[in-house]
């Protein structure tokens, strides 16, 4: 994360200026520019009287209103987005000729949206699924779209798959539910019969699936790329995104509980970073794999995107940096509008066979027609490439432009044969020599599901591998036929027998015989447990307050963790001012009724304020704090108040996360900054915890 550094015009800033018109300024008009006497009665046949259709500033009014929807993405509906630039360290000219990856002095403007996959527009920021993580690069070579995924698999190897896996994902049709969440039987039906799906499934029910931000998630390309060289070298490539703030994601109990108290949780937290100058940034990694090594790799083909290659086979070499440092002006015309297609790609990147990228080909062209209302979206100011767009197409429905001269068509000697094809300084697809039969078959080389699935799992922390089996167990819960249960099961089996035993305790399923072996191969990069955990920038923590506290000790612990960029807020059981230990008035942040420990990482309960340990809504506070790991911090008479909340105290427990001194100390808050920076304390033993 970049701190504070000068928010940068880009070149689609200055582009996007020009489409901005402020919302308030000047005298009200119609939409004919015409100025308008008064908005608050429509015209009407005398005070009393029936409205007359003659109103034209009504009709337009109320027909604008009426038509404001357009129809959500049917996949990823739910968005945040942000614009930003992105630069390369070092000239990428051994592998590609695409200019924004071999000019570092470049710096490419960015929009980005993540999103979820599953629910509506208007629904949750925190349910259990994929997130996606989508960059539209302006590149002086045209627009490339990155369009990854949080998850570096899919569910599926085909394209033909992903109607039936998106409806069996989605509400059921019936009755429409449930909303963002695959807890339900059509999802588990459609994974149990599909056993491709296995691997990426692992993912979903791992912490992956619950980012604490869209600034701690990793991204991924998915699918295997290629760049090519000005040589014509093509080298196959796979995109990482490393977010600087390291990768950490909330426990489950907690992300349900936010989809209450804040369903706007990750949008909000992104709009405030970038707000507040806390621009978040990532690292893009390449994994490099020269042509002719594509199969080098036993069990793995490149092709088939519910595969990694593990970074202990080839690593991920970092090559730049996203920075993310301007919020959008406005949601509709940007974060809404904003359309991805996976075909936008710069000479110097191109496509493979991977069946599903090539299905994606398709899609998303031809979903904009329908969700932004025709072919002119490349129009919209977000689409509009920085470069200059020069071609034939015309008319249809939203055209923007005014197209002149008499001459639309290719060849032609009315407009000196202009705009001409640019030849080999254009793009140029890799010439891959391709032969075989028309037949709908998938390759053997995609047939197993299972080895990486248990690669997965064996890679899993302690703590990561019980938050799965939870996860599985709530999920399969959720499903009401138990042949699907049991089905299920005997694909866990395949992957890891423990496994499948601890989920078959759950559930009710009989406990299934071991049938595999475990290959006990693992790959230490996939694991949370080894991400980075060094700082506390946009940590939130929430101090309890009421009249009495010690205001040196406070005002100390509030400079120290802003100044190291965490966000300090004093929660009382009103709001309004308190009075501390000095006699001195104070504002509070906010009323503690109207927050909730879900919204911050961390709880500090000071000292001199005994009566909060009698305030139920503070004990509960700090307990569902401690029970979701979070750093719990007592002083003095603060104490009481985790004991009431039955939190063992630390004589009792070596727990780091806990921080409890009789008195205020030099190193209360080293303690507290390094827990903070940790994330959580996910081997905190908190079954007997009752929040
Ligand atoms: Fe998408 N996907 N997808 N997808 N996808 C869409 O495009 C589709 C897939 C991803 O913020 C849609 O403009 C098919 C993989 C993201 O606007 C649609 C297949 C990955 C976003 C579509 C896939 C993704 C989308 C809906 C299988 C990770 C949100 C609206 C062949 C690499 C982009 C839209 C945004 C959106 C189709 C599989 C990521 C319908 C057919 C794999 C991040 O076109």
């Given at each position: 994360m970049e701190r504070g550094s000068p928010k940068r015009m880009t070149a689609k800033d200055r582009q996007l200026a020009a489409s901005r018109r402020p919302f308030n300024e000047g005298v009200l008009t119609t939409d004919q520019g015409i100025p308008v006497e008064e908005t608050d009665n429509s015209l009407r046949a005398g005070a009393r009287g029936p409205t007359l259709l003659e109103d034209f500033h009504l009709r337009e009014k109320i027909m604008r209103f009426d038509h404001e929807r357009v129809p959500e993405r049917v996949v990823h509906a739910r968005g945040s987005g942000a614009h930003g630039f992105f630069k390369v360290y070092e000239p990428l000219d051994e592998y590609t000729t695409a200019d924004f990856l071999t000019d570092p002095d470049a710096e490419t403007p960015v929009f980005v949206r993540f999103s979820t996959v599953q629910g509506s527009r208007g629904s949750t920021d925190t349910p259990r699924d994929v997130r996606g993580f989508a960059t539209k690069f302006y590149t002086r070579q045209g627009n490339f779209d990155l369009v990854g995924n949080n998850m570096p698999v899919f569910f599926i190897q085909d394209g033909i798959k992903f109607p039936d896996l998106v409806h069996a994902l989605k509400p059921e049709p019936h009755h429409e539910m449930p909303q963002a969440a695959s807890a339900h039987d059509t999802f588990w039906d459609f994974v149990s019969l599909q056993p491709e799906t296995m691997h990426h499934v692992m993912w979903l029910m791992s912490d992956r699936a619950l980012p604490r931000s869209f600034r701690m998630m990793q991204g991924f390309g998915v699918h295997t790329f290629r760049l090519v060289n000005a040589h014509g070298r093509s080298t196959f490539v796979k995109f990482h995104w490393t977010p600087s703030l390291g990768t950490h994601s909330l426990v489950f109990d907690e992300a349900q509980l936010i989809s209450g108290r804040d369903p706007d949780f990750n949008r909000r937290d992104l709009w405030e970073a970038i707000d507040s100058g806390q621009f978040p940034s990532w690292e893009l990694g390449l994994q490099l794999i020269p042509q002719e090594q594509a199969y080098q790799f036993d069990d793995i083909d490149i092709l088939d995107p519910t595969k990694i290659i593990p970074e202990e086979l080839v690593p991920v070499t970092p090559v730049g940096r996203l920075?993310?440092?301007?919020?959008?002006?406005?949601?509709?015309?940007?974060?809404?509008?904003?359309?991805?297609?996976?075909?936008?790609?710069?000479p110097g990147i191109d496509?493979?066979?991977?069946?599903?990228?090539?299905?994606?080909?398709f899609s998303y062209l031809d979903t904009q027609l329908t969700r932004l209302g025709g072919p002119n979206f490349p129009q919209l100011p977000i689409n509009r490439p920085i470069a200059a767009v020069r071609n034939h197409q015309q008319d249809g429905f939203h055209q923007h432009e005014t197209p002149v001269g008499q001459a639309n068509y290719f060849p032609n000697s009315l407009g000196d044969d202009l705009p001409k094809p640019a030849g080999a300084a254009g793009f140029v697809h890799f010439p891959e020599a391709v032969d075989g039969p028309k037949e709908r078959k998938r390759s053997e080389t995609f047939a197993d599901h299972y080895t990486q699935a248990t690669l997965f799992w064996n890679s899993m922390s302690g703590w990561e591998r019980e938050h799965i089996i939870s996860a599985y167990r709530f999920e399969l819960g959720k499903v009401r036929a138990m042949p699907i249960r049991v089905r299920v099961v005997e694909h866990l089996n395949r992957i890891d027998h423990d496994l499948a035993v601890a989920v078959a305790h759950g559930v009710g399923v009989e406990e299934p015989v071991k049938s595999?072996?475990?290959?006990?191969?693992?790959?230490?990069?996939?694991?949370?447990?080894?991400?980075?955990?060094?700082?506390?920038?946009?940590?939130?923590?929430?101090?309890?307050?009421?009249?009495?506290?010690?205001?040196?000790?406070?005002?100390a612990l509030r400079d120290k963790l802003t100044e190291r960029g965490a966000v300090v807020e004093l929660l009382a059981p009103v709001d309004?001012?308190?009075?501390?230990?000095?006699?001195?008035s104070m504002d509070v942040d906010r009323a503690l009724p109207t927050m909730a420990s879900v919204l911050y990482d961390a709880v500090i309960v000071p000292d001199g304020a005994p009566d909060l340990a009698t305030d139920g809504q503070a004990v509960h506070f700090a307990a569902e704090a401690f029970k979701h790991g979070k750093t719990v911090c007592a002083v003095g008479s603060g104490l009481a108040l985790l004991q009431r909340g039955q939190i063992p105290l630390p004589t009792a427990l070596a727990d780091p996360a806990l921080i409890a001194h009789d008195a205020w100390s030099d190193t209360f808050v080293s303690e507290l900054v390094a827990s903070l920076a940790r994330h959580r304390n996910f081997d905190r033993d908190v079954a007997a915890i009752p929040a």
């Open positions: 920075t993310l440092n301007r919020n959008p002006s406005n949601f509709f015309a940007e974060t809404e509008q904003v359309a991805f297609c996976v075909g936008n790609v710069v496509f493979t066979n991977d069946p599903l990228m090539q299905a994606r080909l595999a072996d475990n290959h006990g191969r693992s790959s230490p990069a996939l694991s949370q447990a080894n991400t980075a955990r060094d700082s506390i920038i946009s940590r939130r923590v929430a101090v309890l307050v009421a009249d009495g506290v010690d205001a040196h000790a406070l005002a309004g001012r308190i009075t501390t230990s000095d006699g001195v």
